[in-house]
């Protein structure tokens, strides 16, 4: 089965975002045993929409559009492809009243001055003989065209309409299309850079047939896809299991999951809920960051309570109670400091386990001695601190994120 | 001036990296005022390399290939536009002598030996007649091969290569083949919705000519980017200056900012420094997201002291003085809760001004009365508080990452 994928947007065009969604959707493809040999970004222009669409459908079984589904004038991808199969655009009632209904809660009691324009009833148009696809985070729905053994899959633009859509729709739907069985395990690293992760598996990743091993770099982690291809699943599930195996042989605890859609805070959240733990954070550059990400846990308030964002000295010593000469002696990014919060958000807070973050992120605030990057990270598990130095590369944004990823392996290797 | 792209590489197909490159020659495209209609992406074969450059060259005046130029079997890049040029591969003496003394310098600080294998000389092998461009940053240098009026530029793959090779050689390259002034303002807009900014302006956009007006919707946000073709800067100026009037007519102080570089937070801080003001925030469903987002801003150290993640209710209590009563009454996502919870963070950390926010991120705490998507936002400026409901719709990540724009916003707008 080959499969095509074309973007649709002047934005891509301009450089005004970057085209996550056909890197998404070719992972997705790769996973599912598609094969994919164009991808084409095209604006929103109906000739050249039209254009494309025709050659792709010439030479590719599936073609998955993403983009142009949207209220305006300027989207026209839905128009381009009933031209192309020469069929009508439809009033579809479900999607109409689904429109109505979105609009009817926003408003509610919301003070919006948003009403739904003539623009969003376009939205509702469908073509003839389509498949609708619900679109549980926005108003444009996505659509499936077949004719003639292949299909046409238009997907909205914005990956937070697109993601959930494919991952609940359509990833289906390919799969089904697809005769063979495919399955995969993602087995995800922290703890060890890429080059060193791949360099202690060349020999696997140079001698794959079946299973594949793919790498994928993520930052300050490592993902392992191993994907099996078989003709039944119990068949493709005796192919990974001792590749899988032989991974958690040379990476022992530095693995935290196998499971695509578990992520590292799951996995802290999990294993805190595991032993009855509460958290709690003290963050100094990371300004809210970590708590945020474990907050994207959907449950944790049974095990986070409180978090402290303490970026001046003045916060350190008023919630956490670290001591005025530590930070005069030590200074408010080293070992000392962090330790200190640590202690005082469980302290006060009556938690079990904390974490503590205090680091220079840049550009500014670097010296010779404390040079931008150098990060310094406490946790605390059964009245034990651990504090650990960590000097990153990187911009502000990159060492800010990386200080979460470490604080979250530190405290799920305490844990375990 | 048209100009085309062509991505060559299996990595990207496979999903395994994102084309980041794409997106960058995109922006310095529209920079130059080339218009860009279609950016394709092929695997490392010959077959369909040749097609897609084929079909590109009909098209466009230039073309830009990254990729496959690097010494292995698979790159062949090269061969394919030499083909298709019906040209010769030539040995380029300075590039050879480049390749041998890279190795030199390279085995002279490594103490290693590793030779130089023959594929290194493959990348010392020139397309006959092509203007050879160096490479500071690796071994394959890149070419612009020149024919009946039309450009084809193969630049390597890696970005740390291809940037500055773009920006040192191939920009002057294509300015001076462009003779038009290309000059761009980025209107930001927060506040409206997509729809309804785009019905308010309809008539601007289909009346455009020179300037341009395009619309993109960012979650939560709408910018419109305007831009003016003309012979001189000063004359692009003045045809820029009365459609950004006329935006600010319209939209007025939903406007915050026409620079392509600022973000909603910078436009606060930047007011809160201007004023003086210092800022305590309190987060409920957000969990320091929005904290986490300010501290972007470098230098936001002297408006930030502090930031409160009160998940629980015995945390909005202690930290932030809201009364038991109310959380009974009322309970934890009400008017009434986000208020004493703005009053509390900005007494206890004795700021100018404080942002609260409470609400049911979901998927679960819902209920018929407060449902999945209920916010609200306090904003304390100047003793007085606004306290705003919001009914968002929308996934966990989604509800937060707006219920974030939307206390940027609250705050921008008490500040002005």
Redesign the interface.
């Known amino acids: 089965m080959t499969v095509e994928l074309i973007s649709v947007g002047?934005?891509?065009?301009?450089?005004?975002?970057?085209?996550?969604n056909?890197?998404?959707?070719?992972?997705?493809?790769?996973e599912l045993g598609y094969s994919?040999?164009?991808?084409?970004?095209?604006?929103d222009?109906e000739g050249?929409l039209c254009e494309?669409l025709k050659s792709a459908l010439e030479r590719s079984d599936v073609v998955i559009l993403t983009g142009g589904l949207?209220?305006?004038?300027?989207d026209m991808t839905k128009e381009a492809v009933a031209k192309v199969y020469n069929r009508e655009l439809v009033m579809d009632e479900p999607s109409r009243e689904r429109i109505a209904s979105?609009f009817t809660?926003?408003n509610?009691?919301?003070?919006s001055?948003?009403?739904v324009?003539n623009?969003?009833w376009k939205q509702a148009l469908k073509i003839s003989d389509a498949i609708v696809v619900e679109n549980?985070?926005?108003t444009a729905p996505g659509y499936i065209v077949e004719a003639e053994g292949k299909a046409t899959i238009l997907l909205p633009g914005?990956p937070?309409e697109m993601l959930?859509m494919f991952e609940n729709h359509i990833y289906p739907y390919l799969k089904k299309k697809q005769n063979k069985v495919f399955l995969s395990n993602m087995v995800k690293i922290c703890g060890i850079g890429e080059s060193k992760a791949e360099t202690d598996i060349l020999d696997l990743i140079e001698g794959q047939t079946n299973p594949t091993i793919?790498?994928?770099a993520k930052s300050g982690e490592v993902h392992f896809r191993v994907t099996a291809a078989a003709d039944s699943n119990k068949e493709a599930e005796e192919l990974l299991r001792p590749v899988v195996e032989e991974l958690f042989h040379r990476f022992n605890e530095n693995i935290y999951t196998t499971d695509e859609q578990e992520t590292l805070e799951d996995v802290v959240v999990k294993l805190l809920h595991q032993k009855n733990y509460t958290l709690a954070?003290a963050?100094s550059?990371?300004?809210?960051?970590?708590?945020?990400r474990?907050?994207?846990v959907?449950?944790?308030?049974d095990v986070?309570?409180?978090?402290?964002?303490?970026?001046?000295n003045?916060?350190k010593i008023?919630?956490l109670g670290v001591q005025p000469t530590t930070l005069e002696t030590y200074g408010a990014v080293s070992s000392q400091t962090a330790e200190e919060m640590v202690r005082g958000a469980a302290k006060t807070?009556s938690s079990d386990t904390a974490l503590a973050i205090t680091g220079i992120a840049?550009?500014?605030g670097g010296t010779e001695d404390k040079p931008v990057g150098l990060v310094y990270i406490a946790c605390l598990t059964n009245d034990k601190v651990t504090v650990k130095e960590y000097r990153m590369k990187g911009n502000?944004?990159k060492i800010?994120d990386q200080s979460v990823i470490y604080a979250l392996d530190l405290l799920r290797r305490n844990l375990l």
Do not use: H, M, W
């Not at 002047?10 to 996550?20: C, D, P, S, Y």
């Not at 056909?22 to 790769?30: D, I, R």
């Not at 994919?36 to 604006?43: A, E, F, M, R, S």
């Not at 550059?285 to 945020?292: A, D, I, Q």
């Open positions: 002047t934005e891509l065009l301009l450089g005004n975002i970057v085209n996550t056909a890197n998404y959707l070719s992972q997705k493809c790769a994919l040999y164009y991808q084409i970004t095209v604006g222009n050249r494309v949207g209220p305006t004038q300027d979105y809660f926003r509610k009691n919301n003070n001055d948003s009403g324009t623009n969003n549980d985070n926005g914005p937070n959930p793919a790498p994928y954070t963050e550059c990371t300004g809210g960051l970590l708590t945020g474990l907050v994207n959907s449950g944790v308030s986070i309570k409180e978090g402290f964002i303490t970026y001046s003045e916060a008023k919630y807070s840049g550009p500014d502000r944004q800010r």
